[in-house]
């Protein structure tokens, strides 16, 4: 089993719950590949470097997973159909972090300033 850190990017309008219902629905897929999600983070909704698809705005969410090197593609080719993905990039890497990523620890600090 390989291991990736994967990064979907979801449309500004939908809220909050729908994101996380969305993150959900990639994880079943992911389990349905025969790989498993060691950790979810919601980096929530952030300013875009140019609009995507009419979005200026989009939700972040990173999935740390590991899954068979084979079945990659298929879950590529289902962010792919998904009409409120928007971009997607999934980074195969040696070992999964155990800490939160940058992303996070700027969205504590942000909240503890």
């Known amino acids: ?3 990736y850190e994967s990064v979907l990017v979801f449309r500004q309008d939908l809220t909050e719950p729908q994101v996380k219902e969305k993150a959900a629905k990639f994880t ?3 389990k349905e590949l025969g790989g498993n999600v060691k950790s979810t983070e919601f980096w929530g909704l952030k300013n875009l470097a140019y609009i995507i698809r009419k979005n200026r705005k989009a939700h972040y969410v990173m999935l740390n997973i590991e899954l068979p090197g084979n079945q990659i593609t298929e879950l590529e080719r289902r962010s792919r159909i998904d009409e409120d993905v928007i971009r997607f990039l ?3 890497v040696e070992e999964l972090s155990k800490i939160p990523s940058i992303m996070m620890k700027k969205s504590t600090e942000e909240e503890v300033a």
């Open 28 to 30: 079943e897929i992911i």
């Open 1 to 3: 089993m390989a291991y």
């Open 90 to 92: 999934n980074v195969r």
